[in-house]
């Protein structure tokens, strides 16, 4: 699969949208790791806007995979279109996004983040539960 849209609605049809892989991974982490936005923007948008907030087996939503491969685009709309805004800050056992972006060393990611955060006069010293 190469990413195309319409590709994907053709081939999802009436298949459940919550289905997950063997690492736990909804079809909305699949195509923000694949950096697919347009994918990204009519999943999120509709299908699996319930999903947004969803984690992977190893604790990563959708805009965490899109910090951790460093998907600029995919990261973007999910924070500014969608509840994963929550994840600027830290929820529960969840590092903040701008954490996944340090730690993977993504920087693109890490510079909007940074940038974003400072526009919405959000504090961008951010803790987790850690102290990290």
């Known amino acids: 699969w190469d990413g195309n849209l319409a ?7 009436d298949k459940p949208f919550a289905m997950r892989d063997d690492s736990g991974d909804t079809i909305l982490h699949t195509v923000v790791a694949r950096g697919h936005l347009d994918c990204v923007r009519w999943l999120a948008g509709g299908p699996c806007s319930d999903l947004v907030l969803s984690e992977n087996e190893d604790g990563f939503t959708p805009a965490a995979v899109a910090a951790k491969y460093g998907q600029l685009d995919c990261l973007k709309w999910l924070v500014c279109e969608t509840p994963a805004s929550r994840e600027l800050r830290a929820l529960g056992e969840r590092q903040p996004l701008l ?3 340090a730690r993977y060393g993504q920087d ?7 940038s974003h955060m ?11 539960r850690h102290g990290n």
């Open 99 to 101: 954490h996944q972006a």
């Open 108 to 114: 693109s990611c890490l510079r909007w983040l940074l």
């Open 118 to 128: 400072t526009s919405q006069n959000l504090g961008v010293d951010v803790q987790d």
């Open 7 to 13: 590709d994907l609605q053709c081939r999802l049809g």
